[in-house]
Structures are given as C-alpha cells and as structure tokens.
C-alpha cells in the first residue's frame, strides 16, 4: 500500500515564526487533505488540496503531485496553532484516507 | 464548512460488555463515512468502510464480528464494539464525505475505555 511520511515529526517554534511541514507519498493520489488535530482530539480540515497551491489566511498548502509530495505553510505561527498536522491522502480512488506520521507543533509565547 | 458529529465522546464499559457509537453527519448526505482509529500518539489508522444500505467493507487485520458497522441512513453510521476487552481501548474517529465537495469532514471522536 501506499506510505505517507511526514516531517519533520516534531517542531518548537517561538510565536511568530514561519514554518514548512512536509508531505511524502509513494504513489499517486487521487485525494489530500491536509488537518490539524487540536489537543482534544478533533481533526480540523485545514485543506482539500489533491494539486495546486491554495491559501487560507496564515496557512496555504501546495502539492505538486507529479513529485509526490506536499507542503504546508504556517506564517506568524500562534501559540494556538499548536498541536499534530496530519497530511492524509486517497491513492484508489474510494476517498479512503491513509494518514501520514504527523508533526507535533509546539508553539512558545 | 459542513459538521459531523460523535456520540458518546467519553465511554468508559467493563470488560466483556457491547458499547455502540455513532456517527452523523449533521447538514450534508453521506453514502459512505469511515471508521478510524488512533492510540496515543500515534497516526490514525483506517479500519473499515461504511456504506449506506450495504455491508461495511473492513481493512485486513480488522475482526468484523468484533467491530459491527450499520449505516442505515444517509447520515447516520455506528460502530459496535462486541464483547470489549482493555486492548480494544482507544480514540475511535468517523468521518463522512460530503459528495457535493469531495472534502472529507471528521467527528470529534470517541474515546473509549474498557476496564
């Protein structure tokens, strides 16, 4: 099946520095997404982002699917941005996520 | 963006007893919703396909007589753990697609605790 490695696997920033988490799969895909898992548990959707490159205030994402990979963006990174980043993605086709390892983000006041 | 719901969020069950968890997606239709798992601090990891009107589909290495899957509706799917022991103890997530956007959208999860 397809593999999803995720890095860097944990990250400290202090507020208000930028930062780029990253994406790799060993196959097409059909589908990503991009979540943040916040200390309760709950997935946010962050973005539905199969190719391109999208934006969403401090967040934007591009994947560049011909390479297999995909970034996600943080500018002026909030103490509540902290948490675990899942990229998840679908190679078949049925909308059945296969989730990365994550990266824990821990950001300093 | 569109709501799925969880419920219970907290279940704590003696070993040997059946816990039942729903899964509903609140303003959007859902022929297909999935069934996730996560220990801590760890990934999540897919255990089955839950399609409306039809059997669930199970991932390998996931007992299907352990883990009973219904989707009667377009926006309702449980989850029945049978016969729960401490190892089944866990975060169980659901997620729904809304078909209009193709965005998969995910519950607040359940976690479970068998004593």
């Known amino acids: 099946g397809i593999q999803v490695e995720q890095s860097p696997p944990d990250l400290i920033l202090q507020e208000g520095a930028n930062s780029t988490l990253r994406c790799n799969f060993s196959?097409?895909?059909?589908?990503l997404q991009w979540f943040h898992q916040n200390p309760w548990g709950q997935l946010i959707n962050l973005f539905y982002?199969?190719?391109g490159t999208k934006q969403n205030g401090r967040l934007s994402a591009t994947t560049v699917a011909t390479e297999r990979y995909s970034l996600l963006y943080i500018s002026s990174s909030q103490t509540t941005d902290s948490g675990v980043y899942f990229c998840?993605?679908?190679?078949?086709?049925?909308?059945?996520?296969?989730f990365g390892t994550g990266t824990r983000l821990k950001v300093l006041a | 963006g569109a709501v799925v719901s969880q419920h219970p969020s907290r279940v704590i069950c003696k070993s040997g007893t059946s816990v039942k968890i729903e899964c509903r997606s609140l303003?959007?239709?859902?022929?297909?919703m999935f069934w996730y798992r996560q220990f801590p601090k760890k990934s999540l990891m897919l255990m089955a396909t839950?399609?409306?009107?039809?059997?669930?589909?199970?991932e390998q290495g996931v007992e299907k007589d352990k883990f009973l899957i219904n989707h009667a509706s377009l926006t309702l799917s449980t989850l029945t753990v049978t016969s729960a022991h401490p190892e089944d103890s866990s975060f169980y997530i659901c997620?729904?697609?809304?078909?209009?956007?193709?965005?998969?959208?995910f519950g607040p999860g359940t976690r479970l605790t068998v004593t």
């Open positions: 997620s729904a697609r809304d078909m209009g956007s193709g965005v998969q959208y």
């Open positions: 196959d097409s895909v059909n589908n």
């Open positions: 982002i199969p190719s």
């Open positions: 998840a993605v679908d190679s078949s086709g049925t909308y059945k996520y296969i």
């Open positions: 303003d959007f239709q859902a022929t297909t």
């Open positions: 839950s399609n409306e009107g039809s059997k669930a589909t199970y």
